[in-house]
């Protein structure tokens, strides 16, 4: 019997395996915009920080930065941060371009992969300094602004691109078995 006739049905690979759902393409659209927006107000600064010539084009950032001191001031971890948002930027346009082949894909859950644990040491550099840049709202007695402002919205970054790395993840498991199936003989 040959290779080809052994194959299973189940082993044909999917084609919308092969691509971005489109959920993920409008995420990785968004959190392009965002970061890009993000890395601007930060490395501008302090042009674009509170009393700066370019402070209204960031009004949120400017508020968020009295509760994150980190966006409020200079802050080295925060424009490294900042250049790596531009790198992943580059990435994701790369593979929004590519959204629609398996390369795409690979690359997408690549540069989410990247934007999820860059999120979480944020949290894990804050927390590990004893919250030295947002301590400042707790110590004013401010817990419902510190939740709302300085950690609610950074949690979606969590959410969202650990959400994208599972859909994206499975679909690479997928494809991964699929192959493997139309490369292993059956009935040897």
């Keep these: 019997m040959t290779q080809s006739a052994a194959l299973s049905p189940k082993s044909v690979v999917d084609p919308r395996d092969l691509r971005m759902p489109t959920w993920v393409i409008v ?35 400017v508020f968020y930065g009295t509760f994150d001191h980190r966006y409020g001031q200079f802050d080295a971890f925060g424009s490294a941060q900042s250049w790596a948002n531009l790198v992943e930027v580059v990435v994701i346009v790369w593979a929004l371009l590519h959204a629609r082949r398996w390369s795409g894909v690979v690359v997408g859950l690549i540069v989410t992969v990247a934007t999820f644990w860059k999120t979480v040491i944020y949290f894990l550099v804050e927390a590990s300094s004893g919250l030295e840049m947002t301590r400042q709202s707790l110590e004013r007695g401010d817990i419902t602004g510190f939740l709302m402002v300085a950690v609610l919205p950074n949690l979606f970054w969590i959410v969202f691109p650990l959400a994208v790395v599972i859909a994206l993840g499975r679909q690479v498991l997928r494809v991964g078995r699929a192959m493997q199936d139309q490369t292993v003989p059956r009935g040897t």
């Design 27 to 61: 995420w990785l659209t968004i959190s392009a915009v965002i970061q890009t927006y993000d890395a601007c107000y930060v490395l501008l600064g302090p042009l674009s920080h509170a009393g700066g010539p370019l402070e209204a084009l960031w009004p949120g950032h």
